[in-house]
C-alpha cells in the first residue's frame, strides 16, 4: 500500500477539506462502474478509499503521521516497553527477544516452559499437563498456533447490493479470488477455510476477511436508506419540467414541480438498499445551482423581477 498522501495526490500540510475534494475527484474518475473495460479499476478504487480512511479521519491521520499505523491503517509494532527485564534482551529493530529453557536445573533463570505457565496462571497448566483439569487446550504437536490470516477489503457500494468476485491480496503475500455475495453489510466477516497459514502438525488456519463499505462519490447510506443531492438549474426549479436523477439501478426520471425550492426532498420507494422483506427507498434533495460565472443577462433579469415581485423567505427567522 502506498503512501496514502501521495495516493490522493495532497501534501502532508493539506486541509481536510482539499483532503475531501482530492478523494471525490479520484473515486468519481476510477469508480468500478465507470471503469468496466479496466481490470486494474477496482484496485485502485480500493486503494483510494483506504487513503481516505486514514486521511479523512482526523485522530487516523495524526496517528499515521505519528508512525502509530501503517498505510493500511494497521498498528505499527512499537516494541515492548520497559526495555530488557526477566530475560528479555534487544533484538535487530529494537525487538525483545526471549528465551524459554525446558527440562530441571537450579539458579535463577531456570526451569521449563511448565514452569512459566505454573508462574502465570497458579499451577493449573502444570496440573493439566499432568492429567488434571486444565483451562488451556493443546493440539497432538505441542500448544496450538493461531494460523488464521486477517485481510481488510474495500469494495464499492454497488458491489455490496448486487454481489462481486474480486481478488484480495493478503498480508503473507498470496492472493485469492473472493466471492462477495449480494447484501453484504460493512463489518460482515467472509472466512475462507484452510487458506490461512500452515505448520506441521496443525490445522491449516482460515482466512478471514473483514468488508468495509467505500464511501460513494454522491450516495449517502442512512440506515437502508440513500440519500442523494440532487442539481437542478433556476428554470427547472421554476418551470419545473423531468430531470435524471442516480439511483443505484441506474437513472431514472424523476418531475420535478413548478416553482421547487432548493432543498425539496422527494421518496422514491423500493430504490434503497435491500433489507428484510424488501428494500429501503432513496431520498433525493434538490440543490438550485446557478450558471459559473456573471451573466448580465440573468441579473437584469432578476433585478427587474425583484422590484416587481418583492419577498422575504427569511421573515420566520426574526
Request: proline share 6%.
Given at each position: 500500500m502506498r503512501d496514502p498522501y501521495e495516493v490522493l495526490g495532497v501534501p502532508r500540510s493539506a486541509s481536510a477539506a482539499a483532503i475531501k475534494s482530492a478523494f471525490r475527484k479520484l473515486a468519481k474518475k476510477h469508480h468500478p462502474d465507470s471503469n468496466k473495460d479496466d481490470p486494474k479499476a477496482a484496485a485502485r478504487?480500493?486503494?483510494?478509499?483506504?487513503?481516505?480512511?486514514i486521511l479523512g479521519d482526523e485522530d487516523k491521520r495524526k496517528q499515521f503521521d505519528r508512525g502509530e499505523i501503517d498505510a493500511e491503517g494497521k498498528p505499527r509494532f512499537q516494541g515492548f516497553p520497559g526495555g530488557d527485564r526477566g530475560g528479555g534482551r534487544a533484538g535487530p529493530g529494537g525487538f525483545e527477544t526471549y528465551t524459554f529453557r525446558s527440562g530441571g536445573g537450579g539458579g535463577a533463570g531456570a526451569g521449563g516452559f511448565e514452569d512459566i505457565l505454573n508462574s502465570m496462571f497458579g499451577g493449573a497448566a502444570g496440573r493439566g499437563a499432568r492429567g488434571g483439569?486444565?483451562?488451556?487446550?493443546?493440539?497432538?504437536?505441542?500448544?496450538?498456533?493461531?494460523l488464521d490470516v486477517n485481510a481488510a477489503l474495500a469494495i464499492s457500494l454497488e458491489d455490496a447490493v448486487k454481489g462481486a468476485e474480486k481478488r484480495v491480496r493478503l498480508p503473507t503475500g498470496?492472493?485469492?479470488?473472493?466471492?462477495?455475495?449480494?447484501?453484504?453489510?460493512?463489518?460482515?466477516?467472509?472466512?475462507?477455510?484452510?487458506?490461512?497459514?500452515?505448520?506441521?502438525?496443525?490445522?491449516?488456519?482460515?482466512?478471514?476477511?473483514?468488508v468495509s463499505i467505500a464511501p460513494h462519490p454522491?450516495?449517502?447510506?442512512?440506515?437502508?436508506?440513500?440519500?442523494?443531492?440532487?442539481?437542478?438549474?433556476?428554470?427547472?426549479?421554476?418551470?419545473?419540467?423531468?430531470?435524471?436523477?442516480?439511483?443505484?439501478?441506474?437513472?431514472?426520471?424523476?418531475?420535478?414541480?413548478?416553482?421547487?425550492?432548493?432543498?425539496?426532498?422527494?421518496?422514491?420507494?423500493?430504490?434503497?438498499?435491500?433489507?428484510?422483506?424488501?428494500?429501503?427507498?432513496l431520498f433525493v434533495t434538490t440543490k438550485i445551482i446557478l450558471p459559473d460565472g456573471n451573466d448580465s443577462e440573468l441579473e437584469q433579469l432578476m433585478q427587474k423581477w425583484r422590484d416587481g415581485h418583492p419577498y422575504n423567505p427569511r421573515s420566520d427567522l426574526g
Open positions: 478504487f480500493a486503494e483510494i478509499n483506504t487513503a481516505n480512511e483439569a486444565s483451562p488451556f487446550e493443546f493440539e497432538a504437536g505441542g500448544i496450538g498456533l493461531d498470496k492472493e485469492l479470488n473472493v466471492k462477495i455475495p449480494a447484501g453484504v453489510t460493512a463489518g460482515q466477516q467472509i472466512r475462507l477455510k484452510g487458506q490461512g497459514e500452515t505448520a506441521p502438525g496443525h490445522r491449516p488456519g482460515d482466512v478471514l476477511i473483514t454522491f450516495f449517502k447510506v442512512d440506515g437502508s436508506d440513500l440519500r442523494v443531492d440532487l442539481p437542478i438549474t433556476l428554470y427547472e426549479a421554476v418551470l419545473g419540467g423531468k430531470v435524471r436523477a442516480p439511483t443505484l439501478g441506474g437513472a431514472v426520471e424523476l418531475s420535478i414541480p413548478k416553482n421547487t425550492s432548493s432543498g425539496r426532498t422527494f421518496r422514491l420507494k423500493g430504490k434503497g438498499l435491500p433489507k428484510t422483506g424488501g428494500a429501503g427507498d
